[in-house]
């Protein structure tokens, strides 16, 4: 059995193993495959596992050993679902990739925001601490997120985490749906 990663570096830029997934069968593993490569890469394939390289009717028609296609992301824009649901071709994805995550990547910036990180990091540098006259550096206005009001749009998987994250920061969250 034939199975190809189009694009494995937006899921292993080289910290884990694909050793399992290679004892499933004959596995060729590109890091990233362009819209002008894919055929020539998928050709023969019985599985393809892909997260951005998109997979047109026209490609898939053009597949005829293809019978699985993995999306490694969470949603199906990248596949003719309906192209693959006419051959019988399953496709799944993975709902609940990067929820934890990217809720964590929306706080890193909640609280670089509030924080100035990035910008007490660079005065820091430029030693303005040493040099400040009292004991502490403010050079931005304190905030403090406990009270503030998280809008959050759509409470999926990734929404409801955000919420969670508010909550326990002491924040009041609105949410709207689609």
């Known amino acids: 059995m034939r199975i190809v990663v189009l694009d494995g570096y937006t899921l292993n830029p080289g910290d884990l193993s694909w050793e399992?997934?290679?004892?499933?069968g004959e596995c060729t593993i590109h890091d990233r495959t362009s819209r002008e490569e894919t055929f020539g890469r998928a050709r023969d394939a019985a599985i393809i596992l892909t997260n951005k390289t998109v997979l047109t009717r026209d490609m898939i028609a053009r597949l005829p050993d293809l019978r699985y296609i993995g999306v490694l992301a969470?949603?199906?824009?990248?596949?003719?679902?309906e192209a693959a649901a006419q051959r019988g071709i399953p496709v799944t994805n993975v709902p609940e990739y990067g929820t934890d995550s990217v809720a964590q990547m929306v706080f890193a910036h909640v609280l670089d925001f509030c924080n100035r990180v990035a910008g007490y990091s660079e005065s820091v540098r430029r030693g303005n601490w040493s040099r400040s006259e009292d004991f502490c550096l403010q050079e931005y206005p304190l905030v403090e997120l406990s009270g503030k009001t998280m809008g959050i749009v759509g409470l999926g998987r990734i929404g409801t985490a955000?919420?969670?994250?508010?909550?326990?920061f002491g924040m009041d969250v609105h949410v709207s749906e689609k």
Do not use: F, H, P, W
Request: aromatic share 4%; proline share 0%; glycine share 4%.
């Open 162 to 168: 955000v919420a969670n994250l508010s909550i326990a």
């Open 20 to 24: 399992k997934l290679r004892s499933l």
């Open 74 to 81: 969470t949603g199906y824009n990248v596949v003719d679902i």
